[in-house]
């Protein structure tokens, strides 16, 4: 039977090496068939987009799994692989009848006669070392041995695709719709990130022209993450898909703030009052509007000019586009006082019109064009102006928390914050036809708001668990995150099975819990293997030394004072030196956590902060209190 299936592998690698070759082909050819610069551009990237794609895992395993279903044999993959005469050789795991081979078990086979699994060695190329066949007809049957073996390989390098174990609940999110937003509350190991990326490379293919124009974002807590993660949808076959922190939508902040600044500027009234604040630059009209169009005057009289801006400030449309309605109504009555004498006017009148000195007088004195970084910063400056906006909204406490001594344009990381609120507010933002958002509990309801903002017309993916939350707003329940967010009706899901972490570390960890002020269904792990030792080490250099005696990636996990003591000759290719605080979302085999007590002392939500640390171990866990 082995020989039957190294046959069909290598049936599927000749397939694999044509459809590389032909893509490559297409790319040199492809410029001299193209009709004119644009579409040989076009073309262009779309070929190369391709041989791209084909070639960024040639050697890799080019199938997982088999199933029979409907008389039909399945081989299902990363991608889809074809012969020089079309015939598929390999499904793409996203594409429909894929989904039976995740979802189909003994109480609903789907038709599924028979699923096969695959082991492949990690060399290049991977070698197939053998299969596996599921009983689905058995209820209670063994889990799959080569599932298991793969959801346990050692973590080294940088996140991994689930392809190939992706459980029947995960692949309902997965699948789940364009049109519909997923708030997904997960535990450690449960998969969550996983998840959210794969909805992404699924709603590609199953959507690929509409979010072509739309596009497709990736908003991570840090850079560490988004390099973390960078691997796998490119190992999907997508490597168009924009991957962000906040800061990289917002810009690098210059200075820090005080603690209850940030406190305040985060706080969602703030939108108020800068919404205040931008109303407040829109002033009743002073006197008549004179317009000398050859021999003739045309006048739009106060009162008129004030009851249009009165309706248009009525409509609450972003403040440019409020300006520019403004010039159009008013050019449309002059236009009709031309109108009315029997005269037309046409593009080229209306245009020298609404352009001329008289109208841009007035709609400079009424509806001002407004700067984010003049507003924010007479705002934050002169005491009046921010009383005036933010008259019953805060506190006289508050606007002294916030106020600056002197106008300023250096911005702290809130004060992008806030200068992106006002921009949102002066006209739209680019937006996304689907956002992804990671360990999205930490951020503030105004950083909420900045991933709104860019997400209008499509749909959200957000991940997160409420237990990680650290920052100093961190979010105490998903409905209120989910309202800041914009889609306060999306559907919350819960992870609670456990692949990643082994139950005696989980189990360790979820101590912690009924500490962290939040409430969350605790994680089960599915996994009976890996190690935990408290206390039974004795330093650091001495656990490093046993961890490299293991396969895999190691991190010693501690506050950053901690870490500037350890010794640098103890530190090897493998063995990363972490801040707990930027351990958020990390993974790797052996976890080395030094002096608990520091890290929760550390910051006031030092307790959650320990609960990352402890959940970032795969394999095994020592736990070290050293002097």
Same mark, same amino acid.
């Given at each position: ?7 069909? @592998? ?11 070759? +032909? ?14 610069? *644009?579409? !040989? ?21 080019? $199938?997982?799994?088999?199933?029979? $279903?409907?008389?039909?044999? $399945? ?79 050692? #973590? ?50 199953? +959507? ?55 406190? %305040?500027?985060?706080?969602? &009234? ?13 002033? !009743? ?53 031309? /109108? ?6 046409? *593009? ?21 064009? %407004? ?42 990381? =809130?004060?992008?914050? @806030? ?14 036809? +689907? ?17 709104? &903002?860019?997400?209008? +017309?499509?749909?959200?993916? %957000? @991940? ?10 961190? !979010? ?34 979820? &101590? ?9 269904? =605790?994680?089960?792990?599915? #996994? ?7 206390? /039974? ?7 490093? &030394?046993?961890?490299?005696? *293991?396969?895999?990636?190691?991190? %010693? ?53 320990? *609960? ?16």
């Amino acid at each position: 039977m082995l020989s039957l299936e190294l046959l069909y @592998l290598q049936r599927v690698r000749d397939a694999l090496a044509w459809m590389l070759d +032909h893509a490559r082909m297409r790319v040199t050819t492809g410029e001299q068939i193209a009709g004119d610069r *644009y579409t !040989a551009e076009t073309l262009g990237r779309m070929l190369k987009s391709h041989a791209k794609e084909l070639a960024s895992e040639p050697d890799g395993p080019p $199938y997982f799994g088999r199933m029979d $279903y409907d008389d039909h044999r $399945y081989y299902i993959g990363r991608r889809r692989i074809t012969d020089a005469t079309g015939a598929a050789l390999v499904i793409d795991w996203r594409a429909p009848v894929s989904a039976r081979f995740y979802q189909a078990g003994a109480r609903n086979p789907l038709g599924v006669t028979a699923r096969r699994r695959y082991g492949w060695t990690m060399t290049v190329p991977a070698q197939l070392t053998g299969f596996e066949d599921e009983d689905l007809l058995r209820e209670y049957a063994e889990p799959s041995r080569l599932l298991t073996e793969e959801i346990e390989r050692p #973590r080294v390098g940088p996140m991994r695709d689930i392809v190939a174990t992706i459980q029947p609940d995960q692949d309902e999110l997965v699948r789940t719709a364009l049109n519909r937003s997923l708030c997904i509350q997960g535990g450690p190991g449960t998969g969550k990130t996983a998840v959210g990326l794969h909805r992404a490379a699924y709603l590609l293919y199953t +959507h690929r022209e509409q979010l072509k124009r739309t596009g497709v974002l990736i908003v991570g807590p840090n850079p560490a993450f988004l390099r973390h993660i960078a691997a796998v949808l490119p190992a999907l076959g997508e490597i168009d898909i924009r991957q962000r922190t906040l800061s990289d939508l917002l810009g690098t902040p210059q200075l820090a703030d005080d603690p209850a600044a940030d406190t %305040v500027k985060h706080d969602p &009234r703030m939108a108020a009052v800068l919404a205040a604040a931008i109303r407040a630059t829109i002033s !009743a009209p002073i006197g008549d509007l004179v317009v000398p169009d050859g021999s003739v005057r045309l006048r739009v009289p106060e009162a008129d000019l004030a009851r249009l801006a009165g309706r248009i400030r009525a409509e609450n449309l972003p403040h440019e586009l409020g300006r520019e309605r403004l010039r159009a109504r008013i050019t449309g009555l002059l236009a009709r006082q031309i /109108e009315s004498r029997g005269e037309s006017t046409g *593009y080229a009148w209306t245009q020298r019109i609404s352009r001329c000195k008289p109208v841009k007088a007035v709609l400079d004195q009424v509806w001002p064009k %407004v700067r984010p970084d003049d507003l924010l910063a007479t705002l934050l400056s002169d005491p009046a102006t921010l009383a005036r906006a933010a008259d019953g909204i805060l506190t006289a406490a508050e606007q002294a928390t916030i106020r600056r001594p002197r106008r300023s344009r250096r911005w702290s990381a =809130a004060d992008l914050v @806030l200068l992106d609120e006002i921009a949102g507010l002066i006209d739209h933002p680019e937006s996304f036809g +689907h956002i992804v958002v990671d360990e999205a509990q930490d951020l503030s309801p105004m950083e909420c708001r900045v991933i709104a &903002r860019r997400n209008r +017309h499509g749909s959200l993916t %957000v @991940l997160g668990d409420l237990a990680q939350g650290t920052s100093g707003w961190a !979010a105490a329940d998903w409905p209120a995150q989910m309202a800041h967010l914009g889609r306060p009706d999306a559907p919350i899901t819960a992870l609670t099975r456990g692949f990643r972490v082994p139950a005696v570390v989980l189990n360790y960890a979820n &101590r912690l819990l009924p500490a962290l002020g939040v409430s969350v269904p =605790a994680t089960t792990s599915v #996994r009976a293997d890996g190690s935990l030792t408290v206390d /039974e080490i004795p330093d650091v250099a001495t656990a490093v &030394r046993a961890a490299l005696t *293991y396969e895999g990636s190691i991190a %010693v996990i501690a506050t950053e004072s901690r870490l500037a003591t350890i010794n640098p000759d103890i530190i090897d290719v493998r063995v990363t030196l972490l801040p707990a605080h930027l351990a958020k979302g990390l993974e790797f085999d052996h976890v080395i956590v030094v002096n608990p007590q520091e890290i929760i002392d550390a910051e006031p939500r030092g307790q959650n902060r320990l *609960y990352v640390a402890l959940t970032r171990a795969v394999s095994r866990l020592d736990v070290l209190s050293v002097l």
